[in-house]
């Protein structure tokens, strides 16, 4: 595409267009006191107590602190120990440590679930209410993650709504469902991955069976789980681990797939199963082939900020992303489908932030992108503006072609969190609409937004 293209070219706020009751889209709110009830009280990242009972014994506070803390400011603690030896042998190993620091793995200062947050797809996920939802590829099946630890699964049937929640189970992070599987569901989160396992045909809210945890060393917490396409294997990453993992989880077996220089944010099979992305949280991704010989790996980098988002065509032929630095919508079109060889990325749109008619801002910096299974509708969301941006988009051969379509936005003060798109969406009623945009807003509210 040669023109330029910014948000100054949108139509009009699009009209708010809802389905009617008989298309059996749950109507989903999610309040604070429906998540929190009153005199419940519940320990989040933003809010937890990094100081340590007196009472603990001295291994036990040095333990706590290891986990929330680190290696350096336990050493910290074990150099106030009574016991001279353990103390000089403290001090001396923390002065070692920050003199040689330099010489480590670089990893960022930030906490690991300040990380995540950075790092996520849903917009203030330290607060946000819903953390982020996954369409059923094949059926009609939504599975919610809110801020209390609980994935909620929603189908058509509104009189049954399995809740899925465990003690391991915390700060989730990333939702996938396992294809050609009626209810398997992988939970990243804080202490690694979930597999439930949810009986499609059963009349009852909670599942039979727990969840099977899986963990590996310090590949935690899990920022994002993606199945391969035919489901046998399922690849995760983590903000803590250079390495990405890719599981068999019927064994409950795990080998790294590839170490990097940085931890891993994002990972994902593009939608045939030959090639995958996974991004760092500095400037390099990697663009992989998955063959079944021989995995080949070709890395870029970004010319500021780390890759934020990014969505495949159906047919894996174009790759559009956005950075965190950068407001543009970059675009890569594949030369080989099973080579792994893009042409170099070029900026596709300006997404610098304007104002409406209305006096309305829109644009920045991008927090998601989703792109419809039909390759025709691309929704960007923002990480400071309120309104969500949809283009339409058609794709011939190689080429592809791209136009402002509408501007979504909330009620009130509300934004979007977390938008998706609906997978298995089926043409019904004789509707025009081709494709359901997902949108869990920041009150807590799910819209359904047919295009």
Known sequence: MSRSLNLSNFPPSAETIGFSARDHYPDIVFTREMLHPPGHSRRT?????????????????????????????????????????????????????????????????????????????????????????????????????????????????????PVLRSSLQKSITCLAWRPYTGGELAIGCQTGVLIWSIDPTSQITRPLSQAVHLQHGRHQPVTAVSWSSNGELLVTAS??????????????????????????????YAPLGYNMIATTIGRDFYLCTVPPQRVTRAGWSTASGSLQSFAWSRDERHLLFVTTDDMKLFYMRLSGLKSASYELAFP???????????????????????????????????????????????????????????????????????????????????????????????????EYYPL
């Not at 291994?59 to 290696?71: A, D, H, Y």
């Not at 681990?241 to 019927?250: F, G, I, K």
């Not at 938008?419 to 869990?440: H, K, P, R």
């Open 239 to 268: 903000i803590n681990d250079t390495n990405l993992l890719v599981w068999n989880v019927d064994q409950q077996r795990c080998v790294p797939m590839h170490r990097v220089k940085l931890p891993c944010a994002l990972v994902s």
């Open 348 to 446: 596709l749109v300006d997404l610098d932030q304007k104002t409406t008619d209305d006096g309305m801002p829109i644009g920045g910096k991008a927090q998601t992108i989703a792109w419809c299974p039909q390759d025709r509708f691309l929704a960007i969301s923002f990480k400071t503006t309120s309104a969500i941006a949809v283009f339409f988009t058609n794709l011939a051969g190689l080429q592809i072609n791209i136009d402002p379509y509408c501007l979504i936005f909330g009620a009130g003060v509300e934004y979007p969190s977390c938008i998706c798109y609906q997978e298995n969406y089926q043409q019904e009623y004789n509707s025009d609409a081709q494709s359901v945009l997902t949108i869990g807003w920041s009150s807590g509210r799910i």
């Open 45 to 161: 990242d933003s809010t937890r107590d990094v100081m340590v009972p007196v009472t603990e014994s001295l291994p036990k506070r040095i333990l706590s602190i290891f986990m929330e803390l680190g290696l350096l400011e336990a050493l910290g603690e074990a150099a106030q120990s009574e016991s001279r030896i353990v103390s000089r042998a403290a001090t001396y190993l923390q002065l070692i440590g920050r003199r040689f620091k330099q010489f480590w793995q670089s990893y960022p200062c930030e906490q690991s679930m300040d990380l995540v947050a950075k790092h996520s797809q849903t917009r203030n996920w330290h607060k946000s209410t819903i953390r982020c939802m996954c369409w059923h590829p094949l059926c009609f099946k939504l599975a919610v993650a809110t801020i209390d630890d609980t994935v909620r699964i929603y189908t058509r049937n509104p009189g049954v709504t």
